[in-house]
């Protein structure tokens, strides 16, 4: 079975650091870029970024570069999602995704990992 | 940047009923979006990419079409599992749309 497994739920403090993880199963992890979005309720699904596990090319948004920074491990079929200082405003679900091969749409989704930043 | 509109914010209809849902984007974005399902709690669930191809395993009561800059994901025949929310997604910065919650 294709699928993409993340980290459990996190609860932080403001200014904390945090790295969440993405493996994933059942296909040949290089061979798709793969994404990440947050959910909240009150933007809705952001793009994040994107990531090629083949060689590490990364696309940001625009509007959260600099904030996160993501990272993939090929050999371990993984992707992470890192904050050095987490912000209230950073209190999400985040899911990774996998990107079509010729599309730029997503196929597979992690189950999601709910990341609470509250002092 | 490229904006997709969607509406309606939510819809009530009944089983068997014609659903209709519409993303209009700001700008000319070919044919390049996609549209998903989403159940409380759950990720996300791809049924339709390039605006009307039909991801495999999707019931084929879901279709999406293009007129344009708007775009239309239809359910023919309102079914008890379609209550979700429903969101498009254009490729251009991957902006999603705002969601339709589905009711029945």
């Known amino acids: 079975e294709v699928q993409l497994v993340q980290s459990g739920a996190e609860l932080k403090k403001p200014g904390e650091s945090l790295k969440i993880s993405c493996k994933g199963s059942?296909?040949?992890?290089?061979?798709?870029?793969i994404a990440w979005m947050r959910q909240t309720p009150g933007k809705g699904l952001e793009w994040i970024g994107l990531i090629n596990p083949s060689d590490s090319d990364i696309r940001y948004s625009p509007a959260l570069q600099g904030q996160v920074t993501i990272s993939a491990d090929k050999s371990f079929s993984s992707a992470s999602l890192e904050w050095s200082s987490l912000k209230a405003s950073d209190t999400a679900t985040y899911f990774c995704?996998?990107?079509?091969?010729?599309?730029?749409?997503?196929?597979?989704w992690g189950q999601g990992t709910v990341v609470t930043v509250s002092s | 940047d490229i904006q997709v509109t969607q509406s309606p914010s939510t819809l009530s209809a009944s089983i068997g009923d014609r659903v209709t849902i519409t993303c209009r984007a700001t700008l000319s974005i070919s044919y390049w979006l996609a549209w998903y399902q989403q159940k409380p709690g759950k990720a996300p669930k791809l049924l339709i990419y390039k605006a009307s191809a039909l991801e495999s395993g999707v019931p084929s009561r879901f279709s999406g079409s293009r007129s344009g800059t708007e775009f239309t994901l239809t359910i023919t025949s309102l079914q008890p599992d379609d209550v979700a929310t429903y969101f498009c997604q254009q490729y251009n910065s991957y902006v999603f749309g705002g969601g339709t919650k589905v009711e029945i």
């Open positions: 995704a996998r990107r079509k091969v010729d599309q730029d749409a997503f196929d597979i």
């Open positions: 059942g296909y040949s992890f290089g061979d798709h870029w």
